[in-house]
T-cell receptor, first 112, second 114 residues
Framework: KQEVTQIPAALSVPEGENLVLNCSFT??????LQWFRQDPGKGLTSLLL?????REQTSGRLNASLDKSSGRSTLYIAASQPGDSATYLC???????????FGEGTQLTVNP | ETGVTQTPRHLVMGMTNKKSLKCEQH?????MYWYKQSAKKPLELMFV???????ENNSVPSRFSPECPNSSHLFLHLHTLQPEDSALYLC?????????????FGSGTRLTVV
């Protein structure tokens, strides 16, 4: 059974800092890995998706990497802004593509 | 409308009531899901429908009853719920068989059982 762990559980940084969120998964036979953002009381917004054959994806100030052999993914946020404050969730899709397993998330606060 | 739409956004119901949550996806995806998000817990997968057929039911109590009449619509029928069922219920869709397409989530229904 796939298990996904995210470290740290919470992170508070001053505006402008570059930061890294970590995600690890126990079963390397994944279909893809997806990073989401969730604002309080809201649904999930997809940020980046990395297919199992890829090593990284970039969107604006966000960069996500994937290392299947070590069971790790990182989300790098450059020049953080207060608007980046949210919970960030990592989720791994099993090989059939129909089951998504989530980590517990990292709650990020960017202070002005 | 685009993406995944959920209604209602908020729902308060008594333990003896019957209500339904609705989800509609406008993405042409072939799979739809219900997830439950309780405070301080990871998202829990409740039901999976792939090509309109239920393929997974994660030991969810029978007071939750899903319905998928077609590939674009998904319902969650609720009856005789318990206070511990209060949570954010999220609907999602995906295109199974295409690794380049991820999940798209709706905004959720915040359910409070009183």
């Amino acid at each position: 059974k796939q298990e996904v762990t995210q470290i740290p559980a919470a992170l508070s940084v001053p505006e402008g800092e570059n930061l890294v969120l970590n995600c690890s998964f126990t079963d390397s036979a994944i279909y893809n890995l997806q990073w989401f953002r969730q604002d309080p009381g809201k649904g999930l917004t997809s940020l980046l998706l990395i297919q199992s054959s890829q090593r990284e994806q970039t969107s604006g100030r966000l960069n996500a990497s994937l290392d299947k052999s070590s069971g790790r993914s990182t989300l790098y946020i450059a020049a953080s802004q207060p608007g980046d404050s949210a919970t960030y969730l990592c989720a791994a899709t099993e090989t059939s593509g129909s089951r998504l397993t989530f980590g517990e998330g990292t709650q990020l606060t960017v202070n002005p | 409308e685009t993406g995944v739409t959920q209604t209602p956004r908020h729902l308060v119901m008594g333990m003896t009531n019957k209500k339904s949550l609705k989800c509609e996806q406008h993405l042409g995806h072939n799979a739809m899901y219900w997830y439950k998000q309780s405070a301080k817990k990871p998202l829990e997968l409740m039901f999976v429908y792939s090509l309109e057929e239920r393929v997974e039911n994660n030991s969810v109590p029978s007071r939750f009853s899903p319905e998928c009449p077609n590939s674009s619509h998904l319902f969650l029928h609720l009856h005789t719920l318990q206070p511990e069922d209060s949570a954010l219920y999220l609907c999602a869709s995906s295109q199974v068989g295409f690794a380049g397409y991820g999940y798209t989530f709706g905004s959720g229904t915040r359910l409070t059982v009183v």
